[in-house]
């Protein structure tokens, strides 16, 4: 079936340096990629996505470009801050099938320092 | 944008007793509802999806008996966790799936999730 793997965490950087967290994912389709973002105490937030091969999302300066010929779908994010401190989840859907859940990563935490 | 609201928060109860989490959107139909459970430090576990008006479908190794769900309107869904167990305490979320929202993506909307502790 389906499933998406990402590095395992936690991630330490101290602030204003880059990111990177790595996810690959195997599908029989043709799935639509996503980033969440769980800050402590609160629920998942979508970070960004992307839906077909070659595009890119970003969202507050994160990006992942969704790369078929890797299966990947790494996060970026050039400087980071102490308030990007979370657990981010890589997760998959497959398009166009309705009423399909996500398929998520198992987290990975980010802790940034000052 | 959509919003999904969950209630209660937070709730702590006697085992044996049961539990009722509420699942709403707020500004959209959701035909499909999805209700996850998540373990500290763990990823999210599928636990069963919801279609408006059908019985919902199970994942493997989920009691239906246990975790009853209820997708009544097409903006409301319930988990009840019946004769709730220490070991039932976790952080539960729901998503909802807007209506018509189909195309090239299927975008969910997460709640805030209900974190359960059963005593």
């Known amino acids: 079936g389906d499933s998406v793997t990402q590095m395992e965490g936690p991630v330490t950087l101290s602030e204003e340096a880059f990111l990177t967290i790595n996810c690959t994912y195997t599908a029989t389709g043709y799935p639509s990629l996503f980033w969440y973002v769980q800050y402590p105490g609160e629920g998942l937030q979508l970070l960004l996505k992307a839906t077909k091969a070659d595009d890119k999302g970003s969202n507050k300066g994160f990006e992942a470009t969704y790369r078929k010929e890797t299966t990947s779908f790494h996060l970026e994010k050039g400087s980071v801050q102490v308030s990007d401190s979370a657990v981010y989840f890589c997760a998959l859907t497959e398009a166009n099938q309705a009423g399909t859940a996500l398929i998520f990563g198992k987290g990975t935490t980010l802790s940034v320092s000052s | 944008g959509a919003v999904v609201s969950q209630h209660p928060s937070r709730v702590i109860c006697k085992s044996g007793t049961s539990v009722k989490i509420e699942c709403r959107s707020l500004d959209f139909q959701a035909t499909t509802m999805f209700w996850y459970r998540q373990f500290p430090k763990q990823s999210l576990m599928l636990m069963a999806t919801s279609n408006e008006g059908s019985k919902a479908t199970y994942e493997q190794g989920v009691e239906k ?46 709640g805030p999730g209900t974190r359960l502790t059963v005593l």
């Open chain 2, 65 to 110: 008996d246990k975790f009853l769900i209820n997708h009544a309107s097409l903006t409301l869904s319930t988990l009840t966790v019946t004769s709730a167990h220490p070991e039932d305490s976790s952080f539960y979320i729901c998503s909802a799936r807007a209506r018509g929202g189909g195309g090239s993506y299927n975008e969910q909307f997460f």
